[in-house]
């Protein structure tokens, strides 16, 4: 199996998340809501980065990247990896004060919530 790139999460004018393999939205009982998906590669205004993927989450709330590159692989080429599949079904389990210390503790945190 390789990417499809037609699954997609846009991400700013002419980037995107692609080859989408899992994706959901996380909504807590505060009510705020979070993409979580798993990438195989990213789309910089058409030149597409597989070395670039993993799990990204997305704050639905306030428009903007909280995390990416979770979990990345060499390449997401061939769609997502065993681990990545584990850890993404970790953080779909988690409840909110999990989650805020997951993401705000995380290397790979763009901005913490």
Request: glycine share 8%.
């Amino acid at each position: 199996m390789t990417i499809n790139l037609a699954k997609r999460i846009p991400v700013g004018k002419g980037c995107a998340y692609t080859g989408i393999s899992r994706r959901d939205t996380m909504i807590f009982p505060n009510n705020r809501s979070f993409e979580i998906a798993i990438y195989g590669a990213y789309d910089a205004f058409g030149l597409i980065g597989p070395e670039q993927n993993g799990i990204a989450i997305l704050d639905n709330d306030n428009l903007r990247v909280v995390l990416d590159r979770y979990s990345e692989i060499q390449t997401g080429y061939f769609g997502a990896s065993e681990n990545q599949v584990k850890e993404y079904l970790k953080i779909a389990a988690m409840n909110w004060e999990q989650f805020v210390e997951f993401v705000n503790n995380n290397e790979k945190t763009r901005n913490k919530i």
